[in-house]
């Protein structure tokens, strides 16, 4: 067995043993108005999302008005609180709008697809990251990129701190383990509660899953967003990036 590695089985992939029917796409968003409307637009065409939630994380600009324009659910932190608290709160509301929906659906809740407000036009490619969960063969799908289209980029420190810590962790070799595009079942999203705290969130994301017996896979997604560039500011967010990283590594290396 990996260092790390949980001993436990595989979660169940729905509430009642069965793998969900349906996806809740749930967007966090923050002064994301320009992008957000087409981002929204093409996942109407993804065909297995029958709900989607928009968290405004305390933007200042019309993010939430868009949201409401296209018709998605929103929830509205008044104050900046980081994309974990975003996820976790766009979580709490598929359960609370589901609840209203009656046992038919709380017993087997929808999957769960987090997903960039930047995307615009390519969202529409994420229902090939549904499938494997849908279909009962993953726990969580995460979404590998295409070089993306923008110049720039980083010089990859923060990724492979990323991957290493996973491999170190878990065993698992990820090949983007920052990759903020994934599908997974209600119970492989709760089994790893609370989330990492800022940037470190997809990474404990990945390794308490894995930790917790969940079967986790990758699929290529033809998906592009904006590409952090190598002026100052981006490297003041890389800074903070590979700090959330190693904070979220380190806490799960205590655990052990």
């Not at 992939?13 to 966090?28: N, Q, S, T």
């Not at 109407?44 to 928009?54: G, T, W, Y």
């Amino acid at each position: 067995m990996p260092p790390g590695a949980a001993a436990a089985p595989a979660p169940a992939p729905g509430g009642d043993g069965r793998p969900p029917e349906r996806v809740a796409a749930v967007v966090p968003a923050k002064d994301e108005a320009q992008r957000l409307g087409a981002t929204l637009e093409a996942l109407s065409a993804v065909e297995s999302v029958d709900l989607v939630v928009v968290v405004d994380d305390g933007s200042t600009d019309e993010t939430q008005a868009i949201a409401r324009e296209h018709g998605a659910a929103t929830i509205r932190h008044e104050t900046n609180m980081g994309k974990a608290r975003a996820m976790t709160s766009g979580a709490e509301m598929v359960r609370r709008l589901e609840a209203e929906e009656g046992p038919q659906r709380t017993d087997r809740p929808r999957a769960l697809l987090f997903v960039d407000a930047d995307l615009e036009d390519s969202a529409a490619s994420l229902g090939v990251l549904c499938v494997p969960v849908l279909a009962g063969e993953a726990d969580m799908a995460i979404a590998t990129l295409p070089p993306q289209q923008t110049s720039g980029g980083g010089f990859g420190f923060v990724v492979r701190l990323a991957r290493d810590g996973i491999v170190r962790l878990t065993g698992r070799q990820m090949t983007q383990p920052l990759s903020g595009m994934r599908c997974l079942t209600r119970e492989s999203f709760e089994s790893a509660l609370p989330l990492a705290e800022g940037w470190g969130v997809e990474v404990g994301l990945t390794v308490d899953v894995l930790r917790n017996g969940g079967r986790v896979v990758e699929v290529p997604v033809e998906l592009h967003h904006r590409v952090t560039g190598r002026d100052l500011r981006s490297q003041l967010h890389r800074l903070r990036q590979y700090r959330d990283v190693r904070r979220a590594l380190r806490t799960r290396s205590q655990r052990d």
